[in-house]
Structures are given as structure tokens and as C-alpha cells.
């Protein structure tokens, strides 16, 4: 299978973009806001993964770092599994939306009430 440059570009939009929300994304103070990181930087893993499967392989590499390298997709693709179920299990201790927005504070003084 063979992918056009114009598929990886778009990969690599793809990642640039979740990167930059990254970077500007600020307090993770409520947990949407801890879900969102995780899920970005899941998102961000898998593109990276995606890019890797969509190159053209090198066939004059070793075979120990073609294994290598393969190994650490699979490890890439596992991490950002196991990062998404843990953004499911935060979200999945709230109400809503509502709820899920507010800050630790917040949360705390409304069941206190």
C-alpha cells in the first residue's frame, strides 16, 4: 500500500495542529479539561504512528532496528490505548458536562452543600 505525499502532508497538519493545542492548552484544573490532554496527547501518538506507517520503509536498514522500530509503533498505538481508557474512567466519575467543566474547587464546594 502506498500513500501520496499529500496524505502524509496531511497527517503531519494533523499532528502539527494537536501539537499546538498542546502547547496552548492551559490548566487542567476540572477534569474535562484532564480528559482533553489525554485525549490530545493520544490523538497526537497515533498521527505519529500513522506517519510512521504511511513512510516509505527503509529497506537498507538492520533487521534489529527495523524490529525496533516496529516495536516501538506497537508500543506507541498501546500507550495511547491505555491513556484513553484512563481519560474514560475521569470522565465517566462525572454527572455532565457541566460537572465535568468545573474546577476541583468548585466541585468541592458544591457538594458540601
Do not use: F
Not at 31 to 60: F, G, K, Q, W, Y
Amino acid at each position: 500500500m502506498t500513500h501520496s505525499s499529500a496524505d502524509l502532508a496531511l497527517v503531519e497538519s494533523a499532528l502539527t495542529a494537536v501539537e499546538r493545542l498542546l502547547l496552548a492548552e492551559g490548566s487542567r484544573a476540572s477534569p474535562a479539561e484532564a480528559s482533553l490532554h489525554i485525549c490530545l496527547n493520544s490523538a497526537a501518538a497515533l498521527l505519529d504512528a500513522s506517519r510512521s506507517l504511511m513512510r516509505t520503509p527503509r529497506v537498507d536498514a538492520a533487521p534489529d532496528e527495523l524490529e525496533h522500530e516496529w516495536k516501538t509503533l506497537i508500543e506507541l498505538t498501546k500507550s495511547a490505548s491505555r491513556s484513553v481508557y484512563r481519560a474514560t474512567l475521569i470522565m465517566a466519575a462525572q454527572r455532565n458536562l457541566v460537572a465535568a467543566q468545573l474546577p476541583q474547587a468548585a466541585r468541592d464546594d458544591a457538594t458540601a452543600h
